[in-house]
């Protein structure tokens, strides 16, 4: 495990003495020209209210998403924006914020915001809530406001490189036994292969058929690949805490993974919040850009089909619908790629209403699922998808985020609904056309 930079290990001692002056530094050291502007632009319309679950579940105004924003704002309006100088001393600015605020808005900044971006989708100002509430949680971070699970996930991802403390041998176990079903290797540390790929803590606990079946797509492809013994876990709870710090160090250990077996390509997993920060927040927040390509699963296996290397034979018959991973989907540009493959998989394909990048989050997603105080709200907020699911009649479930499965199995099984949740590349695995039987010549015995 390579070394934790003092800036994460700072990260982390924040909580144990919560300061609402660091948190305030913190949101000022946010406010850039483009956010200033978005901090300045709400129009009070309440479209983003309709557009979030936590909300529409709720009716609660606290849970309308451009006032999660509020303790950011405030610091924004006294410290930083125009005339604020004035404004104070003419007793015109808000008050301070102060430590109660932050404790009290905790939770309307980690537990009912999933960073899922339909309310941005929403707002006709084209104010990115989303993308504000993740750099509010920088502040509520850097203070000591963020949830206790949180820090303490973070710790254990900086000290064993998973956040629920998923190390090699875990791993290593869970190749084995993937080998033995499949019958076939799976490459660990080959290097100059052309694909390394990382996982999720959630796959290899919950999901380890994701490895088998990305053997054997792999194999019927000819797909050169790897898995790194160390620097795997895809997972990243500094994006989802709101700590670049976090973030920066544990992105470091998939990128040095990367350069050591000098591969051309990273796979990001099924898990969309790893697509987020490996894809679009990686590079800047390093500093540098990457020496090779990031690519979604769902994208390669797309690519792989296109190029008639991922041929299939015969489809599933029951009536299967497909969950929209935000951060893959709406914030992640991919809306397509998943549709063709279950198209080419699915004979029952059916949509549920706001599909694609109108789809409602699973509800766990920007650390919600790790928060223990937040299982009730998040819950509750699963009333909009069974709702969407319901709609659609379906059998089962698909889709390519593994901490949505996990998330949409335990709403599934807590509401005592009885629908599978499958994973789409394992789908897809189990449709591959067989390799062709090898005929051996005959002999002259
Ligand atoms: S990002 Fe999603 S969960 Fe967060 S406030 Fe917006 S709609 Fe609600
Ligand atoms: S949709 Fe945009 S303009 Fe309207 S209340 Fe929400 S943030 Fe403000």
Same mark, same amino acid.
């Given at each position: 495990?390579?070394?934790?930079?003092?800036?994460?290990?700072?990260?982390?001692?924040?909580?144990?003495?919560?300061?609402?002056?660091?948190?305030?530094?913190?949101?000022?050291?946010?406010?850039?020209?483009?956010?200033?502007?978005?901090?300045?632009?709400?129009?009070?319309?309440?479209?983003?209210?309709?557009?979030?679950?936590?909300?529409?579940?709720?009716?609660?105004?606290?849970?309308?998403?451009?006032?999660?924003?509020?303790?950011?704002?405030?610091?924004?309006?006294?410290?930083?924006?125009?005339?604020?100088?004035?404004?104070?001393?003419?007793?015109?600015?808000?008050?301070?914020?102060?430590?109660?605020?932050?404790?009290?808005?905790?939770?309307?900044?980690?537990?009912?915001?999933?960073?899922?971006?339909?309310?941005?989708?929403?707002?006709?100002?084209?104010?990115?809530?989303?993308?504000?509430?993740?750099?509010?949680?920088?502040?509520?971070?850097?203070? #000591?406001? /963020?949830?206790?699970? =949180?820090?303490?996930?973070?710790?254990?991802? *900086?000290?064993?490189?998973? $956040?629920?403390? @998923?190390?090699?041998?875990?791993?290593?176990?869970?190749?084995?036994?993937?080998?033995?079903?499949?019958?076939?290797?799976?490459?660990?540390?080959?290097?100059?292969?052309?694909?390394?790929?990382?996982?999720?803590?959630?796959?290899?606990?919950?999901?380890?058929?994701?490895?088998?079946?990305?053997?054997?797509?792999?194999?019927?492809?000819?797909?050169?690949?790897?898995?790194?013994?160390?620097?795997?876990?895809?997972?990243?709870?500094?994006?989802?805490?709101?700590?670049?710090?976090?973030?920066?160090?544990?992105?470091?250990?998939?990128?040095?993974?990367?350069?050591?077996?000098?591969?051309?390509?990273?796979?990001?997993?099924?898990? #969309?919040? /790893?697509?987020?920060? =490996?894809?679009?927040?990686?590079?800047?927040? *390093?500093?540098?850009?990457? $020496?090779?390509? @990031?690519?979604?699963?769902?994208?390669?296996?797309?690519?792989?089909?296109?190029?008639?290397?991922?041929?299939?034979?015969?489809?599933?018959?029951?009536?299967?619908?497909?969950?929209?991973?935000?951060?893959?989907?709406?914030?992640?540009?991919?809306?397509?790629?998943?549709?063709?493959?279950?198209?080419?998989?699915?004979?029952?394909?059916?949509?549920?209403?706001?599909?694609?990048?109108?789809?409602?989050?699973?509800?766990?997603?920007?650390?919600?699922?790790?928060?223990?105080?937040?299982?009730?709200?998040?819950?509750?907020?699963?009333?909009?998808?069974?709702?969407?699911?319901?709609?659609?009649?379906?059998?089962?479930?698909?889709?390519?985020? /593994?901490?949505?499965?996990?998330?949409?199995?335990?709403?599934?099984?807590?509401?005592?609904?009885?629908?599978?949740?499958?994973?789409?590349?394992?789908?897809?695995?189990?449709?591959?056309?067989?390799?062709?039987?090898?005929?051996?010549?005959?002999?002259?015995?």
């Amino acid at each position: 495990m390579s070394a934790v930079p003092d800036s994460a290990r700072a990260v982390l001692k924040a909580a144990e003495a919560p300061d609402s002056r660091k948190a305030v530094a913190g949101f000022l050291a946010q406010v850039t020209r483009d956010a200033a502007f978005q901090l300045e632009a709400c129009v009070h319309c309440g479209q983003c209210a309709d557009a979030c679950h936590f909300y529409l579940v709720t009716r609660d105004p606290r849970y309308t998403p451009i006032h999660k924003l509020r303790p950011m704002v405030k610091a924004y309006q006294r410290e930083r924006a125009p005339f604020s100088a004035l404004k104070k001393r003419l007793g015109l600015a808000p008050p301070e914020v102060t430590a109660e605020e932050l404790t009290e808005w905790s939770e309307l900044l980690y537990d009912s915001c999933n960073l899922c971006g339909r309310c941005t989708l929403v707002c006709p100002m084209g104010i990115d809530i989303a993308g504000m509430v993740r750099r509010a949680r920088e502040g509520m971070v850097a203070g #000591g406001f /963020a949830p206790a699970d =949180l820090y303490q996930a973070a710790q254990r991802a *900086l000290d064993t490189g998973s $956040p629920i403390g @998923v190390g090699w041998p875990a791993l290593r176990r869970q190749i084995e036994l993937q080998e033995q079903e499949t019958g076939l290797k799976v490459p660990v540390d080959v290097e100059g292969a052309d694909y390394l790929v990382v996982l999720s803590s959630m796959e290899i606990i919950g999901f380890a058929e994701i490895i088998g079946a990305l053997a054997r797509i792999f194999h019927h492809a000819g797909v050169s690949w790897t898995l790194p013994s160390s620097g795997f876990e895809a997972t990243n709870i500094g994006v989802q805490m709101g700590s670049r710090d976090v973030a920066a160090a544990l992105l470091e250990r998939i990128v040095a993974a990367a350069e050591r077996l000098k591969v051309k390509y990273v796979i990001s997993p099924e898990c #969309g919040h /790893a697509y987020s920060a =490996l894809r679009w927040e990686g590079p800047n927040l *390093l500093g540098r850009p990457y $020496p090779f390509k @990031v690519v979604q699963i769902v994208e390669l296996l797309d690519q792989l089909a296109k190029e008639g290397r991922l041929r299939t034979r015969g489809k599933d018959t029951r009536r299967l619908t497909f969950h929209d991973p935000c951060q893959i989907v709406r914030r992640g540009g991919l809306p397509q790629a998943p549709r063709r493959l279950m198209n080419q998989v699915s004979g029952g394909f059916v949509e549920m209403p706001d599909r694609g990048v109108a789809n409602f989050c699973c509800g766990g997603g920007g650390g919600v699922s790790a928060i223990h105080r937040a299982e009730k709200l998040r819950f509750s907020a699963f009333e909009c998808k069974k709702r969407q699911v319901e709609a659609t009649g379906a059998e089962a479930l698909v889709t390519t985020c /593994a901490n949505c499965r996990n998330v949409l199995e335990e709403a599934i099984e807590q509401d005592g609904m009885s629908l599978p949740v499958l994973g789409l590349t394992e789908l897809v695995a189990q449709y591959l056309e067989p390799d062709p039987v090898q005929v051996l010549p005959a002999t002259n015995a």
